[in-house]
C-alpha cells in the first residue's frame, strides 16, 4: 500500500505541470535554475548560441537557439552578462511584448552609470523588464543552501509582468520582496556586491577599542615595569594583555548595544512624541546592534578560551612551585578567608552565568531561532535577558577588582586598571536605565509610544516639513 501511495503522489505532482519559461544562456546560473525550475513543475528551453554544443544541462530541458527559444516562452530569463546583450537588438520583433528576467550582477559597484535592468530595457523598448534572482547564487541553487538567502528582490515598471515573475519565485520555494519600479534595479544590483555594509562600524569601533585598551595595558604592565624596576614583562604582550583587552571590549560593546535605545528613549521623552526622527547616527547606530553584539560575544569566547589555558601557561606554573617551594621552606600556609572564598566564587559564578546568557542571545539573533518566536518572545529574550546579562558581566568585573577597585596602589602613573575604565559605559547604561523604568517615568514613555503627545500642533507641523527637526 506505502508504495501504491508514493506512486500516485508522484504521478499527481508530475502531472502539475506549470508554464514553459525560457532561459538564455547556458552557464553555471542558468543551468542551475532550470534544473531548480524543472523539479518544480516547469518546461525548460535553453537558448544558446551553439545549441549543438551545449552540455551538462538538465535533462528534460530543451536547447534551440536563441531566435527559435523566444518563440516557445512569453518568459524569458536572460542568465549572461551585460556586454554580450547586443545580440538582444537582433531579436527585437520576437521579444516584442515578452517578460525579460534579468539576472545580471556586475563587477563592482556603480560600473554603469545605469542599472543593467535598464539598459536592457533600452534594448528592447518592447519587453516588459523585471530584475529578479540577482541575490541568488547558482552554488545555492545546486547545494539547496538557501537558509540564509531565501529572499529574491524583485522590481519591474509591469504590475502584470512582476506578479507572473514573483510567482516563479514563490514555487521555488522563496520569498519574493517588491522593490517598486525598475529604478530600484541600481540598488538591487549593488546589493551582491556589498562587503558586510552593516558590520563596518561594528568592526571599526572594535579595533579602536581594542588598540585603545591594549597599549593602555601595555604602558601599565609591560613599559611601567621596564622603567622603574628593569623587569622585562614582554611576555605578556602573548596571553596577559589579551585576556584582559578581550573581557573589556566584550562588556563595552554589549553596553554599547543597549546605549542607543536609551538615547532614543530620552530623546522621546524630551521631545515628547514619537513621532520625530532620530538623528541620522542614531538610526544608524541601531540598525548596527545585532553586529555589535555578535562581535561582543566573539570577544567574550576569546576571554573564555584564553582564561582556559592560564594554569598550563609557564610562568603561572613556575609562580606556583616558587610560591609552593617557599612556603614549604618557611612551614607556614596561607590562612583560610571565607570572605576570599567568597568573591572568587561569586567572580567566577556570574562570569558562567553571564557568559551563559550572551551565548543565549547571540543563538536568538540567528534568522533560523528568531523566525521561530514571535516578537514577545524575541523582545523578552534580547531586552530583558539582554539587560540580566549586562548586569551579571558588569558585576563580574565588579567583583573581580573586589577591594582594589579605587586604591591608591593599583594606579600606575595615575593611571588606573584598565577595568575600572571598562565599566563606566556599562554603569552609565544600567544607572539610566533604572532610572527611566521608575514608575513615574516609565508611565510617560509608555505612553508616548502608543501615539500620545505632549504637543500635537507641534508634531503635526513637524511632520508637515515646517521644523528643521
Known sequence: MEKTTDVLLLTTNSSEKQ??????????FGRSLGLEMLQCGYSIVFGSRNPQMSSLLPNGAEVLSYSEAAQKSDIIIIAIHREHYDFLTELTEALNGKILVDVSNNLKIKQYPQSNAEYLAQLVPGAHVVKAFNTISAWALQSRALDASRQVFVCGNDSKAKQRVMDIVRSLGLTPLD?????????????????????KFPFYLSAVLCVFFFSYCVIREVIYPYVYEKKDRTFRLAISIPNRVFPIAALTLLALVYLPGVIAAILQLYQGTKYRRFPDWLDHWMLCRKQLGLIALGFAFLHVLYTLVIPIRYYVRW?????????????????FSTSTAWLSDSYIAMGMLGFFLFVLLGITSLPSVSNMVNWREFRFVQSKLGYLTLILCTAHTLVYGGKRFLSPSS?????PSAYVIALIIPCTVLVIKFILILPCIDKTLTRIRKGWERNPKFSESALNGKTDI
Open 319 to 335: 609562580t606556583w612551585t616558587n610560591r609552593t617551594i617557599a612556603q614549604a621552606i618557611a612551614k607556614k600556609e596561607s590562612p
Open 179 to 199: 522593490k517598486g519600479s525598475l529604478m530600484a534595479a541600481n540598488e538591487i544590483e549593488n546589493y551582491p556586491l556589498q562587503l558586510f555594509p552593516m558590520w
Open 411 to 415: 594606579l600606575v602613573w595615575y593611571l
Open 19 to 28: 508554464d514553459t519559461v525560457c532561459i538564455f544562456g547556458t552557464g553555471d
